[in-house]
């Protein structure tokens, strides 16, 4: 991957909303030129989407849950992790789908309106696959931080008091 894409990708990473022109002149190449590698980057699935970052606890309404589950398979031959993953990820309910290391072998993350409804999607849903073996579900009380953006920054005392002895 060239230099120049690197910088382009850093860029929308950190800002989905910037204008090409703005992108152009801070990469150094014309407007064209940042098109077309935006579209090549696209085809190539190197850039899969562009979203926003929603602080939903501002949003008048939403009560929303959201959990993460840590869940134990048991891979298949030939497929591995994978098959079990794609048939977690297809659920509506799943918003992000990791492998990891150590104790648990996914690392689901799941939205709903209630902890009820994560309950069931649980228990109903998700426990139920042949392959896996077990689960262990954490709810999120508050997010701080997500994807580098700081939800909340401390007011002026908070700042104070975390100084203060």
Request: one cysteine or more; charged letters at 30%; a negative charge.
């Amino acid at each position: 991957m060239e230099k120049k894409e690197l910088e382009l990708l850093k860029l929308l990473e950190k800002n989905g909303r910037l204008e090409v022109e703005t992108i152009s002149k801070m990469i150094d190449l014309t407007v064209d030129q940042t098109k077309e590698m935006m579209e090549k980057l696209e085809n190539e699935c190197a850039i899969l989407g562009y979203s926003t970052l929603v602080n939903w606890a501002k949003v008048l309404q939403y009560e929303g849950v959201t959990a993460m589950i840590d869940v134990k398979v048991t891979p298949t031959r030939g497929a591995g992790f994978d098959k079990i993953a794609e048939r977690i990820y297809r659920f509506p309910e799943v918003k992000a789908l990791y492998l990891m290391s150590g104790a648990y072998d996914l690392s689901v993350s799941v939205e709903g309106k209630t902890m009820m409804e994560i309950s069931r999607f649980v228990s109903d849903k998700l426990s139920t696959l042949d392959t896996v073996v077990s689960t262990t579900t954490h709810f999120v009380l508050k997010k701080y931080k997500h994807d580098g953006i700081i939800f909340e920054e401390p007011d002026e005392q908070d700042k104070r008091m975390m100084v203060s002895p």
